[in-house]
């Protein structure tokens, strides 16, 4: 993951705060699975960025493996679920971004073994 920006105010007020919230959004992303690889978006490497502003607006910056993928709406449905659970986040934009490029070397480790890439 390349960017996740959050900050540290009344809500967060420490590095530790701030980090341990960083921890929760990214688990909860991990319950979000693409349906036809049946791999989280995280492990994936689907997830760009995540930034959580002072007012809980919570903006994830998400590519898909393709341009066309007909389980976009699906994937971001479900990204807006999982996050409710997470009492700083009032609001939440899932902003689709197609640069870089995805490729298989954004997976994990966890996410090449279980599709049997080397």
Do not use: F
């Not at 590095?15 to 049946?38: M, W």
């Not at 999982?82 to 899932?94: A, F, Q, R, Y």
């Amino acid at each position: 993951m390349s960017d996740i920006n959050i900050p540290i105010n009344e809500v967060n007020s420490s590095i530790e705060v701030a980090e341990e919230l960083k921890t929760r959004i990214i688990d909860q992303l991990e319950y979000v699975i693409d349906p036809e690889l049946g791999i989280d978006i995280v492990n994936l490497g689907l997830v760009y960025g995540i930034e959580l502003n002072d007012e809980g607006h919570c903006l994830i910056n998400l590519t898909l493996t393709t341009m066309g993928c007909p389980l976009a709406d699906l994937i971001t449905d479900e990204i807006h679920d999982v996050l409710k659970s997470i009492d700083e986040i009032k609001t939440t934009e899932v902003q689709l971004v197609w640069y870089p490029a995805w490729t298989t070397d954004r997976m994990t480790r966890y996410a090449r073994i279980a599709l049997g890439i080397r």
